[in-house]
């Protein structure tokens, strides 16, 4: 069985040789945090460790790693986790809800929301087995999928195992990188939205009162008026320095979501008329906007990897992700309830031109401009070091910030081209978090025991996750390119009526 030597770090990577940073340039390590070592490797003994290294693993459900004395408690672990998992996605539920109906939505949210923390559990499960079988320390995501398919009782499946790490690194990347598009559109959007209505703003917050918007500019112009500031924002490459940029975000989005709720809750009209079940035709839509928002299962082993007490993280797993799904069922519903058939792509749309809550707008577009650097940093450390490291370390700083300004734009151009709020959620969600969140677990959780014998019934389940998964993959990809290109042609059809 082939060993894979590729060190297990905090992000997954495509297999590509570091480019060791030299005094003077920018680092070009891979993503960890900078105080925390990783001794991911067998030849390698964290201080602090007992006798013997890794022979003091017991059991797979003794799992714990040794030396980490700094490590995060379970407080710090929980919030970190809630972090992961609550961004733009949230805003975008209730309109979401608004595709699956009143009924069927919340419902499809809490399933959803089971199924995901369940994959969850099976990446940690699978980890573990892993770390005691081969005496590891810590498995990322890409290396538990290696070692699971060096499992399998398929030749070929050995032999390419190392593909494993390459495409969960690739869905990775897209992932990231469309968190970063979506934070593009939700920015011009709201921008827009409080410029628009700048000179009508007042004290009062009168749902009933209307406020004259003035004309102002395309809400991709304001896309490209953001860029400059975002490419500045990532040449911050200090994990440190971002950490106290994601604090001030955090802050910021809290204080957004209570006022947001103290809002909605009031004068909630008569639910009466709201579709029990929406067409089937937008319940793809839903999907890719529910997956998006649960899609935080890269943070799950990083996390329990940074803790004091490993064996503390499922009761933390299982503790938080409850919090999330209650916060987005409640928000997703009262938001529909609240706005109806006017719900928009996202909730701070629907809030009053007043100046208290276009605040909130500002308050929440700061915390997401600050999240982008954030997100950003995981596909520039897979895709960038290994670039610079065909460089000479002469241009390697030169490089370096090059290739993040070709990063940036990127996701500027393609937010520009699918200008959307709700198709871009929705297109993100169904094309890469299906897979990582739903489609991977449960085939790792097959190639993890099928040699050492699992349950016909585990088998089963986790085919019909990840058929699910995949169905919703497919589909919603679908739905949201035609979605996307409907409107365009219907505009190039209205437009050539015209002119006849």
Request: glycine share 8%; proline share 6%; aromatic share 12%.
């Amino acid at each position: 069985m082939a060993d894979p030597k590729e060190p297990e770090k905090g992000a997954v990577e495509l297999g590509t040789p570091n480019a060791a940073p030299s005094t003077g340039t920018m680092s070009t390590r891979r993503l960890r945090s900078e105080d925390y070592n990783d001794y991911s490797s067998t030849d390698v003994t964290p201080e602090g460790s007992p006798p013997g290294g890794m022979n003091g693993f017991a059991h797979p459900e003794s799992y714990q790693r040794f030396g980490e004395a700094n490590g995060t408690t379970w407080y710090q672990t929980l919030i970190h986790l809630l972090k992961g998992n609550i961004g733009t996605g949230l805003l975008g539920l209730p309109l979401a809800v608004k595709n699956a109906g009143i009924l069927l939505g919340p419902v499809s949210l809490l399933v959803m929301g089971v199924v995901a923390v369940h994959c969850m559990g099976i990446l940690v499960k699978c980890a573990h087995h892993f770390c005691y079988r081969f005496q590891k320390q810590f498995l990322d995501y890409g290396g538990a999928v290696v070692y699971g398919l060096e499992s399998t009782p398929s030749a070929w499946l050995r032999t390419h195992a190392i593909w494993g790490r390459r495409i969960v690194g690739l869905f990775l990347i897209v992932t990231q990188l469309g968190f970063c598009c979506v934070y593009f559109v939700f920015l011009a959007d709201n921008l827009k939205q409080v410029i628009s209505a700048a000179n009508g703003t007042t004290n009062d917050c009168s749902p009933n009162r209307t406020v004259v918007m003035t004309p102002t500019m395309d809400s991709r112009l304001y896309m490209l008026s953001i860029l400059p500031f975002v490419v500045l924002l990532t040449f911050i490459q200090n994990l440190k320095v971002l950490s106290i940029f994601s604090m001030l975000a955090n802050v910021a989005m809290l204080v957004s979501l209570v006022v947001i709720y103290q809002y909605i809750v009031r004068d909630i009209p008569d639910p009466s008329d709201l579709p029990l079940a929406a067409a089937w035709k937008t319940y793809p839509l839903f999907f890719g906007t529910a997956i998006f928002a649960f899609e935080g299962i890269g943070v799950v082993l990083p996390l329990e990897n940074k803790m004091k007490n490993p064996r503390q993280f499922p009761v933390i797993l299982y503790v938080g992700m409850t919090i999330v799904t209650i916060l987005y069922i409640s928000l997703s519903v009262l938001g529909y309830l609240r706005f109806g058939a006017d719900i928009q792509a996202s909730i701070t749309l629907n809030l009053p031109n007043c100046w208290l809550y276009q605040a909130v707008k500002l308050l929440f577009s700061f915390g997401i401009f600050f999240t982008y650097a954030v997100q950003f940093y995981v596909p520039a450390e897979i895709i960038i070091p290994p670039l610079i490291a065909r460089v000479s370390e002469r241009w390697g700083w030169l490089v370096n910030l090059l290739l993040r300004v070709v990063l940036v734009s990127v996701t500027c151009v393609l937010a520009i081209l699918i200008p959307r709020l709700d198709i871009v959620i929705s297109l993100v969600g169904s094309i890469s978090s299906s897979a990582l969140a739903l489609i991977f677990p449960p085939l790792l959780e097959i190639a993890t025991y099928y040699t050492e014998g699992i349950h016909p019934i585990v088998v089963a389940k986790d085919i019909a996750i990840s058929l699910f998964g995949f169905v919703g993959f497919v589909v919603g990809t679908y739905e949201a390119l035609e979605e996307l290109i409907a409107p365009a042609a219907a505009i190039v059809n209205s437009t050539s009526v015209m002119v006849q």
